[in-house]
């Protein structure tokens, strides 16, 4: 890996290679507006998620076991950034005890986020938010969990 502040190649996938590669891993994923239109926050959609990305949610599963649902992807909406949801860098999951136990039994609490969200930091630098109905993960330039 490089240094701080060096540039990394980013690889966009589609909605349906994500979707495939995310259940050949045994992750699902969940839409409260029942489709994967990108330009609606309700729905969640893989369309120009970075590959990196997809890679980091698929490690999560393998490494914790747990298999995380995946509620918010790469769709328009959330809070804005460079590493934000709509550019690819972020998954929103649902929140359930396997996972969560394995995300603050394994990684390093760091504290909050400016918004009071608890955060727990992974192994690859990642730093897992719990935002109270769902966790929020970046996997800009890190590749894992």
Known sequence: ???AGE??????????PATSMFR??????????????RSDPTRTS???????TARGARTLKRAGGCAPDITGGAETGHAS????????YRLGHGKYTCLGN?????FTCIGPRGDGAPRWRSGSGGAHADEGNHGDVPYYD????
């Open 1 to 3: 890996m490089g240094g």
């Open 24 to 37: 050949e891993a045994g992750t699902t994923r969940s839409s409260s507006g029942g489709c994967s239109d």
């Open 81 to 88: 950034g460079r590493y934000a949801h709509g550019n690819g």
């Open 142 to 145: 890190r590749g894992g969990c």
């Open 102 to 106: 394995h995300i603050k039994n394994t």
């Open 46 to 52: 893989f369309e120009r998620l970075d590959l990196a």
């Open 7 to 16: 540039a990394f190649a980013v690889t966009r996938t589609g909605h349906a």
